[in-house]
């Protein structure tokens, strides 16, 4: 069905990713890629002087190992990137420069703060060009 796949995953949330990544697996063309997406947010520069100098760079290092290692868990050859900054533009971002033709981005049931805020997965639905799936997860009660 598809032919090149963005699955962004967040490090904290892999149950969700690895969820999505299967689900990748099902929707994707004979020969076609998937790209694993780790994107590490910067940290505002007024609380950088009570966080360790190598956070981001260590963050970046753990996002490759950890999503390398769910590759070999599912069994899927993925190519993995991590990119910084701002999450959804970078999935965005990630799409446009591979050509994708999907993003499955996992994402939890609204809130109130979503509707104010905005979350990732509805800056990508919104600006996206190519079709975004959004894997949703129920809230843990």
């Not at 969820?19 to 950088?48: F, Q």
Request: negative net charge; contains cysteine.
């Amino acid at each position: 069905m598809y032919k090149k796949i963005i699955v962004p995953i967040e490090i904290g949330a892999l149950e969700r990713g690895e969820r999505s990544l299967r689900k990748a697996m099902t929707l994707l063309d004979d020969g076609g890629k998937i790209v694993l997406l780790n994107v590490v947010e910067d940290v505002p520069g007024y609380m950088t002087i009570d966080l360790p100098p190598d956070l981001i760079e260590n963050a970046i290092l753990d996002g490759r190992a950890k999503l390398e290692a769910m590759c070999v868990r599912v069994g899927v050859t993925a190519s993995v990137e991590i990119r910084r900054g701002p999450p959804a533009s970078n999935i965005i971002a990630t799409a446009q420069e591979h050509e994708a033709d999907l993003i499955i981005v996992a994402s939890h049931v609204p809130d109130y703060s979503n509707y104010f805020i905005g979350a990732t997965a509805d800056r990508v639905v919104r600006h996206a060009k190519c079709s975004v799936l959004v894997d949703r997860w129920p809230e843990k009660k």
